[in-house]
């Protein structure tokens, strides 16, 4: 095995009907029976107590019976990851464009047909430093055999008075010098003897060589930047070259990440025995900007239950996306799950994936604003933000690419995965000397240590019907490259 892989991987469009979080080489077996959880739409919150996440378990679980799992008709049974990732997907909003300076709109994607209005290049000019001449002077012209023109002054870039030049004349010229009148051609300085009053031509290049007619680039009334296309510093040299100072693009959407949580405290605080210390805000509030996103971390949400519910209320109505990270409860409601239901319709169950299989998600507020829950555990936070929140961000940012690319690799050790579930194993994928890639998992699967996870650079992927993958089997890994 040798180095870390570097972004490798085809560049396909993405629609928004296509939905598989590993994008390709994820097979789908036969569907497994049908398994009840105790899901639940979050209505008129009954009382309950918070209960942890349970552990996944391939066998099927009663589900409620009363009025709140009657109205879960959707939810009553564990969710694939796809149809989970549907919801949310078919859910988000599309922001409304917004005019920004060139240099702020880089990383976006253009949302107008930005029309020049100008030529480019306004003018004929050099494209390297030489002599401007014509090419029927130069026809024969050898190094052995050299033909000499006399030289009738010079240009330089920025010069902006007019010259021309007549048969057996040349002048000499700097890159993106104005062509003098009667010009056809630029002779590069290292095909001449470089003279300053007569210069001796060792090359007859053809009309045209070396020259730059004003129009070539851009001409007036044509397209300089397309809708949809992503602006980088190419884009931003064209947007300037045209006299555009700013340009419509679809924005950042704006993602308030928040955790939920008695138990935890601040970076800052030193936590008392059974408290622990909020990792989720600050990795996720991470993981959104690197996708793109302007997120905000709003840290800790209150205990007090009118405090909780203004800042729930402030952070929608700031927001295109909320994000929170919490232990739920999977038999009632807590505090933070009736202070949802306040403000809309939110649901929470099961679905098919490990680590992580407790999410929730609602569309909050006057403005039915998305709002995602992911397990607090903070492994299982950033896989389930990877599958469900990356892709509804990139989507939001009107991207074609919503998943990440994902590569075929060996397993270089025996994986197993539960039934039924998706498993998604922090791994470390290399270049195999012999070609392809191979992936050894960071730890043993079972162990959702921060330490561990800092150390991946990729996720191993097994599909719901596989449980175990000898060492030497393929398996689909996706590859956690920052910005990619």
């Known amino acids: 095995m040798t180095g870390q892989m570097d972004d490798t991987g085809g560049s396909t469009g993405e629609s928004r009907a296509y939905r598989d979080t590993a994008q390709v080489d994820l097979r789908h077996g036969a569907a497994s029976p049908p398994r009840q959880r105790d899901t639940q739409v979050v209505g008129p919150p009954p009382t309950g107590s918070a209960v942890a996440d349970p552990v996944p378990s391939p066998r099927a679980i009663p589900g409620d019976s009363g009025p709140v799992a009657a109205q879960a008709s959707e939810y009553d049974q564990m969710r694939a990851v796809e149809r989970h990732l549907d919801e949310i997907l078919a859910a988000v909003p599309e922001p409304d ?28 000019q050099a494209a390297l430093d030489g002599y401007a001449a014509r090419a029927e002077d130069l026809l024969g012209a050898t190094p052995i055999a050299p033909i000499e023109l006399a030289v009738v002054g010079e240009s330089v870039a920025g010069a902006g008075a007019p010259s021309s030049i007549g048969p057996g004349l040349a002048l000499k010229v700097t890159a993106g010098a104005m062509l003098p009148a009667g010009a056809d051609v630029v002779v590069p300085a290292v095909w001449t003897d470089q003279g300053a009053v007569r210069v001796g031509v060792h090359a007859d290049p053809p009309a045209g060589s070396y020259v730059r007619r004003a129009g070539d680039d851009v001409a007036p009334g044509d397209p300089a930047v397309q809708v949809g296309t992503p602006i980088g510093p190419a884009q931003i040299s064209l947007l300037a070259a045209v006299g555009r100072e700013r340009v419509l693009v679809r924005p950042r959407p704006r993602i308030a990440v928040l955790c939920a949580g008695t138990e935890l405290v601040d970076v800052g605080t030193a936590p008392a025995p059974g408290q622990i210390v909020d990792v989720n805000s600050y990795a996720l509030a991470a993981a959104a ?107 939001m940012l009107g991207k074609r690419q919503l998943f990440r690319r994902t590569v075929q690799a060996i397993a270089g050790q025996p994986l197993v995965s539960p039934l039924g579930y998706r498993q998604y194993l922090h791994g470390m994928v290399m270049r195999h000397p012999d070609g392809g890639y191979v992936v050894e998992p960071v730890g043993d699967g079972t162990e959702a240590l921060l330490a561990r996870m800092a150390r991946a650079n990729c996720l191993i992927v097994i599909d719901e019907d596989v449980t175990e993958v000898a060492a030497g089997g393929l398996v689909t890994v996706m590859p956690l490259l920052l910005g990619g």
């Open 97 to 124: 464009p917004i005019e920004l300076a060139v240099l702020d709109a880089q990383g976006l994607l253009c949302a107008e047909e930005v029309i020049s209005s100008r030529a480019l290049p306004a003018f004929d």
């Open 289 to 395: 900007r690197d996708a793109g996103a302007q997120a905000y971390r709003s840290g800790i949400l209150p205990s007090d239950r009118r405090r909780l519910t203004e800042v729930l209320e402030s952070q929608l109505l700031r927001s295109d996306l909320v994000l929170i990270a919490g232990t739920f409860a999977s038999g009632g409601f807590d505090m933070v799950q009736e202070a949802l239901a306040e403000l809309g319709e939110m649901r929470f169950g099961q679905v098919t994936m490990h680590p992580g299989p407790a999410q929730g998600f609602g569309r909050l507020g006057r403005d039915q604003v998305p709002v995602i829950c992911v397990p607090g555990e903070p492994v299982a936070a950033l896989v389930s933000f990877e599958v469900f929140v990356r892709p509804a961000i990139r989507l």
